[in-house]
């Protein structure tokens, strides 16, 4: 019996150490396998994939002008309306421009009314606290925008600015 438990524990011994053997293994064949996938998978860099043109600097960094040549700017009537169900004691005065494809200025002008009526039914629908917020701004002149373009047309209109805005 003490014969057996010896070639047990020598049988275990060899099979830890084989074990921990197998893991370092293992890792060497890993690695090597990974920087043969990097080294050989990789593309080559070129001289003129590198180079830096000033052109290509210049291109990247330019954006182009919001202003074009063939838009031109309607400016329509100032809307004066109050905020709130209180009584007139605080107010919204909005001087806006619609961005029009030039040659369709007596459109928009024609539509003068109808658009005021769409801003004014938009901006009666805001609460106080979201003039209040400086977030609402960009969302503001979106939804604008979006209703001039339901008066007018996608190709007549192409956006609003807010020139004046004052709420008191």
Do not use: H, W
Request: glycine content about 6%.
């Amino acid at each position: 019996m003490a014969a057996q438990s010896e070639t047990e524990n020598a049988a275990s011994e060899e099979t830890s150490g084989g074990g921990m053997m197998k893991f370092v293994l293992l890792a060497v064949v890993s690695a090597g396998i990974s920087f043969a996938m990097m080294f050989l998978l990789t593309p080559s860099v070129t001289a003129e994939s590198t180079a830096c043109t000033p052109a290509a600097t210049q291109a990247a960094t330019s954006t182009a002008p919001l202003a074009r040549e063939d838009q031109s700017y309607v400016a329509l009537e100032e809307i004066l309306i109050t905020i709130g169900n209180e009584p007139a004691t605080r107010y919204v005065k909005i001087k806006t421009s619609i961005i029009a494809r030039k040659g369709s200025e007596n459109t928009v002008k024609k539509a003068e009314p109808m658009l005021t009526d769409a801003f004014v039914s938009y901006l009666r629908s805001v609460e106080l606290e979201d003039f209040e917020t400086a977030g609402f701004y960009p969302r503001l002149r979106e939804q604008l925008a979006r209703r001039a373009e339901l008066v007018l047309g996608g190709d007549v209109s192409g956006g609003v600015l807010i020139t004046e805005f004052l709420l008191r």
